[in-house]
């Protein structure tokens, strides 16, 4: 191999390199408009009658409650009136 054609492949892997950081990164197509998973365009709705979702829902709102147990006892208590 030259040392023109090792430059090359150097400056070709360099780029490589740089592209796959900024991706990384998520600087990649910045100047770009990005979709955005939670857009009507990136699939909103796609976890519409998912068990699995729902379940994760479920959860998540289970944990939150038990991060502030006087906000659930108000909740309970509002409830039964």
Known sequence: MTKKELETRV???E???ESLQARANGTAGAAVNPVHWWTVEGG???FADDPGFEEMVRLGREYRESLDPD???????SASR
């Open 11 to 13: 400056v070709a892997l």
């Open 71 to 77: 906000r659930l006892d108000l909740k309970r208590s």
């Open 44 to 46: 909103a709705g796609r």
């Open 15 to 17: 780029k490589t390199v």
